[in-house]
């Protein structure tokens, strides 16, 4: 038996250090760097290197003595919230391995220090760009395409493919890194959960996630499963298409959210409406409109009614497909924008909660 002076953070520390090696045993090799490294990497975490701020902390570009860019993801503060998402994102994604994942390079835990660090990612988030209005014009058609389909295929790895069954729980386009050639990279999964072969779905009374992303079911009952993650990939694909946020809309009253907009504009065959106008140029009717029924189906009301990222994946890549006709979406009507924590320092652009069954209280 240890000492019993240890504290909760040692105690901790002590626990993901044991799942390291563990994890060392069972798969591939995780590299430990030592914060030295870190430290000489990222010029003492200069706010010059800051590139933003992540899950749990803030998030620095570095690079190591071999030329190697890197992104370093430090904890903020010790919390039990911070090591939780610290230790399960270290367990998720350690285990993931597909060209549409961030790839975790090793971590760093000495003393209160606990950092993970990923490849580096020099073209930033996708909301970087296609909210942006000197940026969005980079990202023509076929370049938006490419990363939704990008974006699919990453999503059924997590949910079909992978060593382990993962429900993401908190995608959004802040969440999309994009490579050099931008390509799209899902990251942040420290709100992942793993499913066994007989899970279906779980239930939290803990919602964390980004307002206008969550699934209804999710965001009043707690309830996830492969199909939350298939509704914020449909919010995802009508944002990449039209360039608007869905959260951007609920500050007027009585204005309709991008859900909505989108559903009524496909019902009346004006689809082309909604799509970014700096793509007018490089897309057509058909394929704007068969897309945008996509993401309509994507994010209905009931979970059954929406497809599966099997199903996505195939009507991407198959354009004789048929697909179902969609039913008016889910309705954000009951939840206002008061809901959220619209300054919370966390999220640029969207209003992050965590909400208990009982309340709700900013992050």
């Given at each position: 038996m240890g000492s019993t002076n240890a504290s909760p953070i040692q105690y901790d520390e002590v626990r993901i250090a044991n799942m390291m090696?563990?994890?060392?045993?069972?798969?591939?090799?995780?590299?430990?760097?030592?914060?030295?490294?870190?430290?000489?990497?990222?010029?003492?975490?200069?706010?010059?290197?800051?590139?933003?701020?992540?899950?749990?902390?803030?998030?620095?570009?570095?690079?190591?003595?071999?030329?190697?860019?890197?992104?370093?993801?430090?904890?903020?503060?010790?919390?039990?919230?911070?090591?939780?998402?610290?230790?399960?994102?270290?367990?998720?994604?350690c285990k993931l391995?597909?060209?549409?994942?961030?790839?975790?390079?090793?971590?760093?835990?000495?003393?209160?220090?606990?950092?993970?660090?990923?490849?580096?990612?020099?073209?930033?988030?996708?909301?970087?760009?296609?909210?942006?209005?000197?940026?969005?014009?980079?990202?023509?058609?076929r370049r938006r395409m490419h990363i939704i389909e990008g974006i699919a295929q990453g999503l059924l790895y997590l949910h079909k493919y992978s060593r382990l069954r993962i429900i993401h729980r908190d995608l959004k386009t802040s969440n999309i890194l994009l490579d050099s050639d931008m390509n799209p990279k899902i990251s942040d999964f420290g709100m992942a959960r793993i499913f066994t072969d007989n899970d279906t779905k779980g239930k939290t009374s803990r919602v964390v996630g980004t307002f206008g992303y969550m699934s209804p079911e999710y965001a009043m009952g707690g309830l996830f499963s492969e199909k939350s993650d298939v509704f914020s990939f449909g919010v995802i694909l009508l944002e990449i298409i039209s360039g608007k946020k869905n959260v951007a809309l609920?500050?007027?009253?009585?204005?309709?959210?991008?859900?909505?907009?989108?559903?009524?504009?496909?019902?009346?065959?004006?689809?082309?409406?909604?799509?970014?106008?700096?793509?007018?140029?490089?897309?057509?009717?058909?394929?704007?409109?068969?897309?945008?029924?996509?993401?309509?189906?994507?994010?209905?009301?009931?979970?059954?009614?929406?497809?599966?990222?099997?199903?996505?994946?195939?009507?991407?890549?198959?354009?004789?497909?048929a697909m179902a006709l969609p039913k008016e979406p889910a309705s954000w009507s009951q939840l206002s924008s008061s809901d959220a924590d619209s300054s919370s320092s966390r999220q640029r652009h969207h209003s992050t909660f965590d909400m208990t069954i009982s309340g709700v209280h900013g992050r």
């Open positions: 090696e563990l994890g060392r045993q069972k798969d591939q090799e995780l590299p430990l760097f030592s914060f030295s490294t870190i430290q000489t990497a990222t010029n003492d975490f200069a706010k010059a290197t800051k590139l933003g701020e992540g899950g749990f902390g803030p998030v620095y570009k570095g690079l190591l003595p071999e030329g190697q860019e890197i992104a370093v993801k430090r904890l903020s503060e010790i919390s039990r919230q911070g090591l939780e998402e610290f230790k399960n994102e270290v367990s998720v994604i391995q597909h060209r549409n994942l961030v790839r975790l390079l090793g971590c760093c835990i000495e003393g209160e220090e606990s950092i993970l660090i990923y490849e580096y990612m020099p073209n930033k988030s996708l909301d970087s760009f296609i909210f942006d209005s000197t940026k969005r014009s980079i990202l023509d058609w609920f500050e007027v009253d009585n204005q309709l959210n991008l859900l909505g907009n989108a559903w009524n504009l496909w019902k009346e065959g004006k689809s082309m409406e909604l799509v970014d106008s700096t793509l007018t140029a490089s897309c057509s009717s058909r394929e704007v409109t068969r897309c945008l029924q996509m993401g309509l189906l994507c994010v209905q009301e009931r979970a059954t009614d929406r497809p599966t990222m099997a199903d996505v994946v195939s009507m991407l890549s198959n354009e004789t497909i």
